[in-house]
């Protein structure tokens, strides 16, 4: 989502007739887009501050911003403790950007911009992309969970979908310009179409998008949240061609009692009848999940139901975190009473279970054909190019000749547990 937003506010500035500056230190305008999901992501930008002191001495004129969700969660506070910030922008004010930054020039003085939470999506009709072959394409906003341990709601706001019309425009348009493959965006992509006048969910929205813009080819989502994936969904991703055969579904936690007190809304059983099911309607669909350990009142025997539930899930991957506190969460009121030692134990514990897993399954795809995608040269270059499968897979080949943004077979030869060794087949 980030990715996105940086890459809109970049359009807008370039159709205002400013140039991409080659570094920080050449630049006139430094817009800093923040994440507030984890502690760890904040400190990195708290850590950066003294940087941008240091270029503001070199350059007094250089307009210094901070935007996303950090600016919402805290305000006018970023003024307060570090003056060389001239702009403090939330996620739903960032169409404004333009307009701010040129008031900023003109007068010399700050701007706040944080009061546009729960509008309507702005960024629309910006033809700018950062890249040729994958594009990002948000269809809605916000969340209305309330999982006690997230800041999201708090800082993104409630869900808001954006209409389908709009939507099915910025997918037409990618389509004619070649893109291939296009990863829709939103907190809870599963709720979309909630408080819009039309009658559409997001089965439905894939249906109006492989009609519309067939020539993509590949069409992602993320985030799923579990509550409301279901049999609609898994059909629409069997039946619609471009839809590929890959579910990211966040479980959080392995313990039914954990889960509760994070508030997630599914047990452990509920969660893992939902992957049977999709197992069995999209056979051969890759599977991730994200987990948190270390949670308020997570006991060894929570965590052990963890490491049961990634054994018996058998996900494709996993991204694992250490819990943190943040702000304003429900959660901030529960006694924080696993150890940083013990946290940072059990990440390692279930980090080693599931790359041991990972390379198990990408190990039994040896000597499968697969359709990748290429995106890059790698970074070690030599004529050898990276790609994903349908399912995200990443896949290493080299040549014949410039592979980029082509789309070819491959025989998958050797396997690690990211990433896949593959033949390009004539």
Known sequence: MNERDSEAVTGLLLGRGYEAAASAEEADVLLYNTCSVRDHAEQKVFGRMG???????KNPALVVGIVGCMAQEHGENFFKKNPEIDLVCGP?????????????????????AIDKLNDEY???????RSGKIKALVTIMTGCD???????????????????????????????SRGFKDVMLLGQNVNSY????????????LLGKIQEAAPGIGRLRFITSHPKDAHTRLFRAMRDLPMVCE????????GSTRTLRRMKREHTREWYLEQIAEYRSLVPGGSLSTDFIVGFPGETREDFEETLSLAEEAQFDSAYVFQYSPRPGTPALKLADDVSPAE?????????????????????????DTVEVLFESKTKRGEERFVGRTRSYKRVVAAGPGDLVGRLRKARIAGAADETLLGEILP
């Open 246 to 253: 890959q579910l990211h579904l966040p479980v959080q936690s």
């Open 193 to 204: 179409g909630k408080g819009l006048e039309e009658k559409i969910d997001f089965a439905g």
């Open 51 to 57: 940087h941008f002191k240091t270029l503001k001495e």
């Open 92 to 112: 739903g004010n960032l169409s404004q950007i333009p307009d701010l930054v040129d008031e900023i020039w003109r007068e010399r003085s700050p701007r706040l």
């Open 145 to 175: 969970h309330r999982c006690t341990y997230c800041i999201v709601p708090y800082t993104r706001g409630g869900e808001c979908s954006r209409g389908s019309g709009s939507i099915l425009r910025e997918m037409k348009d990618l389509e």
């Open 122 to 128: 702005g960024l629309e009709g910006i033809h700018y």
């Open 343 to 367: 946290k940072a134990g059990r990440h390692q514990r279930l980090l080693s279970l599931q790359r041991a897993i990972s390379l198990k399954k990408n190990q039994a795809l040896i000597g």
